[in-house]
């Protein structure tokens, strides 16, 4: 039997329009998921749906803004009756506001940890409900290596990662006798658009951190939340899996 299969689940990926949320999206509908697509990004995310329909997938475009905490409930409600059945939450969505600690404004601090944090624990609470009600489920919730180690000028992004790890761990304990497990993925640097973008020598000396010697790609992230996701990974829970390439050991 093919490992790893997730026929029969119904997932939702937020920040699922590009990068690494839009490579989980592929990959989850690749092994038999149906798949929610969620961001703010409409257009892209209809755009994905019809590619993965047209290869064979299921997926559905559903609009999220996970900095609009107060609106989340509602706009899960308004999923449609055959999709609502929700058994793997991927927290993916997440923004930066960078700068330096004596810079930055209280609004750059409030908006990430807005988004990356209380957003992420306003789609968990509503959606965990019934996984626990069904005896069943896999919330997998994508931190940052910054989260573990730190990074100049991302006060506010590592605390919002840092706290997804301590908030996953919580809700591992609380959820594991309903059969729920709840898993983080801490990425390191992933070649992206912004990566592509950057100078020779800032790429270079980011490389010369990375022991394996390159930046890591988006379907590598991905590939790990599909094990985690899946029945091989029922053990599982509460646990942090590094994908930096050993940028942190």
Do not use: C
């Amino acid at each position: 039997m093919e490992m790893f299969r997730l026929d029969g689940r119904t997932a939702l990926v937020t920040g699922a329009s590009q990068g690494i949320g839009e490579a989980i999206a592929r990959r989850l509908a690749a092994q038999g998921a149906r798949v929610i697509l969620a961001s703010r990004n409409e257009g892209r995310l209809a755009a994905l749906a019809s590619e993965i329909e047209a290869g064979g997938g299921r997926a559905l475009a559903h609009r999220l803004d996970l900095a609009s905490a107060e609106e989340l409930p509602e706009r899960l409600k308004a999923l449609p009756d055959d999709w609502a059945e929700v058994g793997i939450l991927v927290n993916n969505a997440g923004v930066t506001a960078d700068g330096l600690l004596a810079r930055m404004s209280l609004e750059q601090w409030q908006r990430v940890i807005d988004t990356n944090l209380t957003g992420t624990f306003v789609v968990t609470r509503e959606l965990s409900r019934g996984m626990m009600r069904r005896r069943h489920g896999r919330i997998v919730s994508i931190s940052s290596v910054v989260g573990l180690m730190g990074n100049a000028g991302q006060a506010n992004y590592a605390a919002a990662k840092a706290g997804l790890i301590g908030f996953t761990k919580s809700v591992a304990r609380e959820l594991a006798s309903r059969n729920v497990t709840a898993n983080v993925v801490a990425p390191g640097f992933v070649e992206t658009a912004m990566t592509g973008a950057l100078a020779e020598t800032t790429r270079a000396r980011m490389l010369a951190d990375i022991p394996s010697g390159r930046f890591g790609l988006a379907d590598e992230m991905a590939a790990a939340v599909v094990y985690l996701a899946s029945d091989e990974a029922a053990y599982v829970t509460g646990q942090v899996i590094n994908v930096s390439g050993g940028l942190y050991i």
